[in-house]
Each structure stands twice: as structure tokens, then as C-alpha cells.
């Protein structure tokens, strides 16, 4: 049975009480029978007939789009208009959450939780108040985090990062601890000479790298504080390393994939101001401070996750959206609460998520006080009717589906190109291999697909509770880029090819992946990845991140209040447009904050 096919008889079963999206393996994100017919009508141009009968009564507000912004959406206009607000959300997806994903995982009478999507509430006390406001009233307190998170496990087994040299770009199979310090990733404390002269590289390579790790050289001295922010704002990364760190090209191929899991860009597509802001070796000799660098000095712990990622505040919103779609009332017995589909479509709710529904047209009636959304659900278009609508899909489709949009505003939504990215989670029986390897996480330079690994977050929340040693099953999660680097292109078209080869490839290409890197870098241990690896699920997103500006080739004073996405969300009557694309900001608050600005704009209506 084709992957196709699986995915009809999985949305054949709407409604049905073994419909449980998250427990499917495989092929996920953006699955099959979720973009078919979105891909139509903006690449093939197909037309649909409209409906000429209404299918429900007019409902309130229509929310196109089930992840995190259009939840909020719904539960923000709730909260302004009242309890018996009708509200309908529309998805294309068979699980409501949008890019924030959970994937569950039953290994050997083990339950295995993963985020497949949008994973961290990263700076929660940079939220703006609305955002904080809303994670508030749905029960999630971040500083509870603190106790959830267990910041000292991999410590206690003593792991640190790694390198691996992948046989197929330097002919050897190698993983050796990470000499490089950055924000995002610990490194293991010996000394740069010991871990680089383990590279499989020239001894000259290796004499540069370790200078440029050991020493705290000025490679701008003597060049004024604002010139230094203009040169490094100017030159990529890698270039910055080749023209006056010394370093020769086979070095910086090794570190320039570490921006990848930030973002989907290697160190060819971003500036070296943001490799001094990321704390990129050969930049912290320049003296600049913090403000110069326009970065928060005392940043927050990367710790507030559920195990399934942002899908803790999906579930936390559809909880309070919808009575008896997800028992409990606390952040612990969200964790593993068991989601009611059946619940979620009713025609005695006042809120529903109706699933595998790809909106297809949205345009005002001819009196303009209410707007009608054709939609296609297992092959048949549907016509509902809203007073008022909030699109928090995809901005790139909105002007396909929305004919209303204009000409000017078309043009500002399409400059932003989402970058495409998958996350892989590999259920293993044991990690006993890491252990033996001394390793709880890896980077892949020059990688064949994935460009790294780690070990799951240990996350413990009620009932749930995290891998405690080595013999007890755990999640690996895996990232993958289709970047095109070093063909000087810029980060929107990097992200423009990358699509299309994400598309292209089939769950087959990364269960190779995952066994060929994961064998590899754990050759010498007990790791048998036949025997260990339980499952694989791929979430793949050609439409991932949300196109924040790129100072290498965006104007350097666009920012979140500044720049193309501003005349991009702009209201159009009863339409407003929210997600995190209209905030150009890829992270969860964006996404609330888009839906808190559509919100007050339809209620400023009525």
C-alpha cells in the first residue's frame, strides 16, 4: 500500500474512535492528502465549483488554519465576544496544531512522546503581555519548567557534543567531542589541539582551527566599533572566517552547518555580526558588548518544552476550546491525556476543528457583512459562512485562495519564502551506545541529509516520566536542511529549491539516512540499529520557519515592526490574516502575537 493510500484510509476514518493521528509513524508534517489540493489550486491552477447551499449556519468567526496562532485566534475572539461565540477552524492537516506536532511512540510497553514541530517556549519572559496573558489562563506556568526540565541528566552520564566526520565527505567514520563554542551547543572541555587533531582534515586546516578556538584574536583591530558592526553585518560567516581568520575552505565546510537548526541556513547565507551574536569562534576577541550586538546578555534557559513540544499549548487551547476533548485541567495530566477526535467536529459544540479540510476559496458576500470559505474535504467542496475570518494558514496561499487580496499586498506576502526543514524522531529500545561513545548529541558537517542528532530533551511531567538510564527506551531527534550552499544564493532562494527537494524525497531516503549516520557515528559501541531502532517518524515541512529578516540580504533596519510583512497582513474588511508569517518572527510567540492583532481588528468591527 502506497503512502497515498494510507493516508486515505487514515482521513476515511474522521469521526471514528481509532482516529489518532499521533500515534502514526512514517511520513508526517505535511503528509500526504494535506497539500494535494492546495497545490492545485496554486500550482495547477484548479478550480473548484462553489457550493450553491450554505453547509452549516453562519458561524461567528471562521479560523482558516489549526496551528498555534489560529488557536489563539479562536480562543482570543472567544474570550472578547464571549462563551457562545460559534467559531469553526479549518485544517488541511489530520491533527489540529499546525507545525507544532506530536508524534507518541509505544516501544516494547514504553510510551514515547516527541515533538514533531514548533518545540520550545524560547525567552518566555520576552513574551509580549498578551502572550503571557493567554499561556496563563490555559494553565501553563513556565516556571514550572525549572522542576519539569532536568537540567543535570546528561551531565550525570556524563555526555557531552559531538563531531561526525560521515564516511561519505571524508572517508572515515568519525566522532570525536566538539572543540567549537557557541550559544547553542556545550562543548566537552579538552583542549583544541587534543579533540582537532582527531579531524580527518590537513594538519594545516587543523593549525588554523585551533587558533581560531584557542586565541581571542581582534581580526577587525584597530577598525572603529560601528565600522567592525557594518563589515561583520556585510559578509557571511564562512567568509568572514576565509578573508581574515585565515581559515581555509576544507575548515569552514566543517562549521558551516551549525546555524542550520536556527536558521535552515548555513554560515554561507548569514552575516558574521549573527556569528558574534551566536558566539561563533574567531569573534569574541572584537569587544562587542552585548548592546553593540543588539543580543539579551541574561538569555533564559533553553528549558521550557512539554515532550511534545509547542503541541502541550495546542492541546492546552483546544482543552479550553473544546469541553471533553481532552480530560484534565493541569500541565501534568496534559502531557499524557489522550485527545477525543470524535469530539472535535460536533454539532453541539460551539467551537469546532474540522480536520483534512483545505480551504480553497474566501471572499465576501455580495452585501459585505459576512464572507464566504469554500473548503474540500475528502474530495467534495463544502461552503461555509463567517461574519468574520482569520486566515492563520500559510501566507503564501492566501493569494490563491483569497481573490481580494491587492496587487501591492500580493507582492509583500509573496516576498517571504517559509524555510523547509524536517525533524526526524527515531524511537530507540536503549542508548547505551551513547553512552558508551560519551556523547548525548552530534553535529554532521558536510552531511549526506541530516546534519544532527540528539538525545530528547529529559522532560519528566506527571505520569510521564523521562528515559532514566541507558537501558530504558528514548526518542533521538534528527534535523534535516535542503539548503544549497556555497552557490552564493541568497537565504530566499535556498529556501525556494529546498522545497521542491523535500518534496521529492520519500520516507524511504531518510530511514537510510538514519541508519547509515546513526551506525556510523556510534561504529564501536554496542548501537545495533536493527536490533534499536523501534520506529522512525518523519516530519517533513517544505513551508517550516516563518522568513525572519536575513541582514546578509534583507535591508538591515527590516525588523518585526519594519519591512514587507507589515503591508502583508494588512486587513482586508472582514479578512484579517494572522500566523507567524505576518509577525516575521519563527517562534510561538509570533504566532499568538499574529492572532491577538486579527482579533482586535474583526472585533473593532461588530
Not at 503512502?3 to 489518532?20: C, I, N, Q, W
Not at 488557536?71 to 489530520?94: E, V
Not at 524560547?122 to 493567554?134: D, I, N, R, V
Not at 569574541?284 to 521550557?304: K, N, V
Request: aromatic share 10%; proline share 5%; hydrophobic share 40%.
Amino acid at each position: 500500500m502506497s503512502p497515498l493510500e494510507v493516508a486515505t484510509r487514515f482521513s476515511k476514518a474522521v469521526g471514528k474512535e481509532d482516529y489518532y493521528p499521533p500515534k502514526l509513524t512514517g511520513m508526517r508534517g505535511d503528509h500526504f492528502g494535506s497539500f494535494e489540493v492546495a497545490h492545485g489550486v496554486a500550482i495547477e491552477g484548479r478550480k473548484w465549483t462553489r457550493p450553491a447551499a450554505q453547509a452549516d449556519d453562519t458561524y461567528d468567526l471562521i479560523v482558516v488554519g489549526g496551528g498555534v496562532s489560529g488557536l489563539s485566534a479562536a480562543w482570543l475572539y472567544r474570550g472578547q465576544t464571549g462563551p457562545d461565540a460559534r467559531i469553526l477552524i479549518l485544517d488541511n492537516h489530520d491533527d489540529f496544531g499546525g507545525h507544532a506536532k506530536r508524534n507518541e511512540f509505544n516501544v516494547d510497553g514504553h510510551k514515547l512522546i516527541g515533538y514533531g514541530g514548533s518545540m520550545t517556549i524560547e525567552g518566555p519572559k520576552h513574551y509580549s503581555p498578551s502572550a503571557k496573558q493567554l499561556l496563563k489562563n490555559i494553565s501553563i506556568d513556565v516556571q514550572r519548567f525549572y522542576k519539569f526540565f532536568d537540567q543535570g541528566f546528561y551531565d550525570q552520564w556524563n555526555l557531552t557534543s559531538g563531531i561526525y566526520f560521515n564516511k561519505n565527505a571524508y572517508q572515515v567514520d568519525r566522532l570525536v567531542p566538539d572543540p567549537f563554542r557557541n550559544s547553542y551547543t556545550p562543548i566537552s572541555g579538552k583542549p583544541a589541539q587534543e579533540v582537532v587533531g582527531m579531524f580527518p582534515i590537513e594538519q594545516a586546516t587543523r593549525d588554523a582551527l585551533v587558533r581560531l578556538v584557542e586565541s581571542d584574536i581582534d581580526y577587525l583591530a584597530g577598525v572603529p566599533v560601528q565600522a567592525k558592526i557594518e563589515i561583520l553585518a556585510s559578509i557571511s560567516y564562512v567568509d568572514f572566517l576565509e578573508k581574515y581568520a585565515g581559515v581555509p575552505r576544507e575548515g569552514t565546510d566543517i562549521l558551516r552547518d551549525k546555524a542550520k537548526g536556527v536558521w535552515a541556513l548555513g554560515w554561507d547565507a548569514l552575516s558574521a555580526l549573527e556569528g558574534a551574536r551566536l558566539e561563533m569562534p574567531g569573534t569574541s576577541g572584537m569587544g562587542l558588548s552585548y548592546e553593540q550586538l543588539g543580543w539579551d546578555a541574561a538569555e533564559e534557559p533553553y528549558i521550557f518544552h512539554f515532550p511534545d513540544g509547542n503541541a502541550g499549548i495546542a492541546r492546552s487551547l483546544v482543552r479550553s476550546l473544546i469541553p471533553g476533548s481532552l480530560p484534565g485541567d493541569t500541565m501534568e495530566d496534559l502531557v499524557t491525556s489522550r485527545a477525543n477526535y470524535t469530539s472535535l467536529d460536533h454539532e453541539n459544540n460551539r467551537v469546532n476543528i474540522r480536520l483534512n479540510s483545505t480551504a480553497i476559496d474566501v471572499r465576501h458576500t455580495k452585501d459585505g457583512k459576512a464572507v464566504d470559505v469554500t473548503y474540500v474535504q475528502k474530495g467534495v467542496a463544502n461552503r461555509v459562512r463567517g461574519k468574520h475570518i482569520i486566515l492563520a494558514c500559510n501566507n503564501r496561499m492566501i493569494p490563491f485562495i483569497c481573490p481580494e487580496v491587492p496587487k501591492a499586498q500580493v507582492e509583500a506576502i509573496d516576498y517571504a519564502i517559509r524555510a523547509p526543514l524536517a525533524y526526524i524522531n527515531i524511537a530507540l529500545r536503549n542508548w547505551r551506545g551513547f553512552v558508551e561513545a560519551g556523547i548525548d548529541r552530534f553535529y554532521i558537517p558536510q552531511p549526506n541529509m541530516m546534519h544532527f542528532l540528539t538525545l530528547d530533551y529529559p522532560v519528566s511531567m506527571g505520569s510521564y516520566n523521562f528515559s532514566k538510564g541507558p537501558d530504558e527506551p528514548i526518542v533521538v531527534h534528527g534535523n534535516y536542511v535542503p539548503d544549497s550552499p556555497g552557490l552564493g544564493l541568497t537565504g530566499r532562494e535556498q529556501f525556494a529549491l529546498g522545497q521542491q527537494k523535500l518534496y521529492q524525497l520519500d520516507f524511504a531516503d531518510f530511514e537510510d539516512d538514519v541508519f547509515q549516520q546513526m551506525s556510523g557515528a556510534l561504529a564501536g559501541t554496542s548501537f545495533d540499529a536493527e536490533r534499536d531502532i523501534a520506529a522512525i517518524t518523519v516530519n517533513r515541512w517544505p513551508h517550516g520557519y516563518a522568513y525572519e529578516y536575513n541582514e546578509l540580504f534583507d535591508p538591515v533596519d527590516w525588523n518585526h515592526t519594519r519591512g514587507p510583512h507589515i503591508v502583508g497582513r494588512a486587513q482586508i474588511g472582514r479578512i484579517s490574516i494572522a500566523n507567524s508569517d505576518a509577525s516575521a518572527y519563527a517562534y510561538v510567540d509570533g504566532a499568538i502575537d499574529a492572532a491577538a492583532r486579527a482579533v482586535d481588528e474583526q472585533v473593532a468591527l461588530d
